[in-house]
């Protein structure tokens, strides 16, 4: 298959918006005085445009990930980086993508807002993809299916051969979301970005790297597809104090390794903790920094804990998740007293 073909037809020839500072690329070198881009030319830190490339950040993940500059384009979060994968593949009233709930409500909002249908294929009641019937779902005009591997709110990683068929049998593009892929013991998707066409993976930085706050997420897939979100995403999408926050964090990979290390940790003791609880019924199995849990009355528990002072995420509404909450692994001490308070109101 030529992913090429999905692309959009008022897309395949746009010309990219080019930007002061895309036609002089050098922006570095001292000597220069840049007077193109109707800048202020006092010295603050932020006075001049980022580089709409965000080289420096590249070059990182390069060696981290292991992939070429040409792999990766970067967005002012995941949000971002999906919103430009809908609007270069999907075209509005007419084509659809296929989710598979329960999982992040972000492709079904976006869905929404790009006036394009979400075809829903439910998870097994073990939250793994339903591949015949996905296969069945699918139309001409199917051009996404997006796999949240692991799966949020769900927390377990799909199983690899399950992925597999789907890459091979779906002839559009699987968006693998690895939003938690640091957390899991499954490979991340990216050392078969070269088997697979069809395959984009997004990530971000608001996980395991811990930036949420700076709005960084990062789609990698092949030179075609990248070149082609490349020629629509706004020329200055990541802000220059995001790309100095990501380069500084992505210069210290063995604190987020750490960190990660950490987080697994306390992510096992306080499953272990939660088995004694008695209103909870179900711990689910996980490879992401929360755990989903099923409890009697998940909205009664939810309330008691806010006025213990705690926030969870009320998962009951969701498909398969009936009286289901999630817990995020938080530190030492903030587990040992949501513990402290799952223990209050059992006694209660
Ligand atoms: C948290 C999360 C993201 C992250 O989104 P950002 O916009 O990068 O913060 C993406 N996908 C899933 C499934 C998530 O849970």
């Known amino acids: 298959m030529n992913v090429l073909d999905l692309v959009r037809d008022n897309i395949k020839n746009i010309k990219p918006y080019s930007s002061a500072r895309d036609e002089y690329k050098d922006a570095t070198s001292e000597s220069m005085i840049f007077l193109d881009a109707n800048e202020n030319p006092f010295e603050n830190g932020v006075n001049r445009y980022p580089d709409p490339q965000q080289n420096d950040v590249k070059d990182l993940l390069v060696n981290i990930k292991n992939v070429t500059k040409e792999n990766i384009l970067l967005g002012n979060g995941s949000d971002e980086v999906l919103d430009l ?27 929404n807002i790009n006036a394009i249908k979400n075809k829903k294929v439910l998870l097994t009641e ?56 640091d957390f899991s013991e499954q490979e991340s998707w990216l050392n078969r970005l070269e088997e697979f066409p069809n395959l984009v993976i997004t990530q971000t930085l608001s996980k395991a790297y811990g930036l949420a706050g ?15 979100l490349n020629s629509i995403k706004p020329p200055y999408n990541v802000n220059e104090l995001t790309q100095q926050k990501a380069f ?13 290390k950490a987080i697994k940790q306390e992510r096992e003791q306080l499953m272990n903790s939660l088995e004694s609880i008695n209103f909870i019924s179900n711990i689910y199995p996980s490879d992401c920094n929360f755990v989903l849990v099923k409890v009697d009355d998940a909205t009664k528990r939810y309330n008691q804990l806010i006025q213990l002072g705690i926030v969870i995420r009320n998962r009951t509404t969701q498909p398969l998740c009936e009286n289901c909450l999630r817990f995020t692994v938080g ?15 059992q006694n209660a």
């Open 85 to 111: 994968i809908f609007r270069a593949f999907c075209e509005p009233n007419k084509d659809n993508i296929i989710t598979l709930p329960p999982t992040y409500g972000m492709y079904s909002v976006l869905a």
């Open 126 to 181: 073990d939250f793994q993809p339903k591949v015949d019937q996905i296969i069945d779902a699918v139309d001409n005009n199917s051009k996404i299916l997006f796999l949240c591997s692991p799966n949020n709110p769900s927390g377990n990683s799909f199983s690899i051969e399950k992925v597999e068929t789907l890459l091979n049998n779906f002839k559009g593009l699987v968006v693998i979301d690895e939003a938690y892929i």
């Open 214 to 228: 700076i709005r960084l997420g990062v789609c990698y897939a092949s030179k075609a597809v990248i070149s082609v």
């Open 248 to 260: 500084e964090r992505l210069n210290k990979v063995d604190e987020v390794a750490a960190e990660i």
């Open 331 to 345: 530190t030492t001490a903030e587990n040992e007293k949501l513990l402290q308070a799952l223990k209050e109101l």
